[in-house]
C-alpha cells in the first residue's frame, strides 16, 4: 500500500551543490527502484540551527514530499543513516485528510491558471523580442500557500569572518 510520507533531513553545511545533488539523486533513484512518486522538492538552503550537531551551528534543509511503500522508507532510512553528509533525517508518515485537502488547493489553482493563461494568451510570435515567453504549466515552480511560507525562518547570511 502506498502512502505520503515526508522526508526532512538536513546536510552538512560544507557540503557543494554537487554533493547536494548527489544526495537527493540517489533518494530518487531508491524512489523511483521501489515504484514511489516524488511529488515535492522544497529545499529550504542554509538555515541556523538550534543547536551544534557535530560542531555545526549552521546545516541545508531540504524537504522532499513523497508517495511510498514502507519499504522504501525503511530503505531511504538506512541509505540516510550511513551518508556522512546527512547530519539528521526524519521521515513522517502525512496525514491523508491534509494530503487529499492539499492537492483538490492544488488543482484548483492549476485550473484557474489555466483559465487565466487561456483568456490572455498571446500566441509566441506576438510577445516581445526582449521578453521571454511564459512558462508552460509543468514548468512551472511549485508555489508555497501564505501559511507554508510564513512557517519557514528566514535564511541566514553568510558571515565574514573578522580577523583582528
Not at 524512489?31 to 512518486?37: M, P, S
Not at 490572455?120 to 511560507?149: D, F, H, I, R, W
Amino acid at each position: 500500500m502506498r502512502r505520503d510520507y515526508e522526508l526532512g533531513f538536513i546536510l552538512n553545511p560544507e557540503v557543494n551543490e554537487e554533493q547536494t545533488g548527489a544526495v537527493l539523486s540517489r533518494i530518487s533513484q531508491i524512489v523511483t527502484n521501489y515504484d514511489g512518486q516524488i511529488v515535492r522538492v522544497n529545499q529550504w538552503g542554509r538555515r541556523r540551527m538550534a543547536y551544534p550537531i557535530e560542531h555545526n551551528r549552521d546545516g541545508y534543509y531540504v524537504f522532499i514530499d513523497m508517495i511510498l511503500t514502507p519499504e522504501t522508507v525503511a530503505e531511504l532510512d538506512r541509505t540516510l543513516k550511513v551518508s556522512e553528509d546527512v547530519l539528521r533525517h526524519m521521515v513522517i508518515r502525512r496525514d491523508p485528510k491534509a494530503v487529499k485537502k492539499e492537492r483538490e488547493d492544488y488543482e484548483a489553482r492549476a485550473a484557474a491558471q489555466a483559465q487565466e493563461q487561456a483568456a490572455g494568451a498571446t500566441p509566441e510570435a506576438e510577445v516581445p523580442s526582449g521578453e521571454a515567453p511564459q512558462e508552460t504549466e509543468e514548468e512551472l515552480p511549485v508555489e508555497l500557500s501564505p501559511e507554508e511560507n510564513e512557517s519557514i525562518p528566514p535564511a541566514i547570511e553568510e558571515e565574514e569572518s573578522v580577523e583582528a
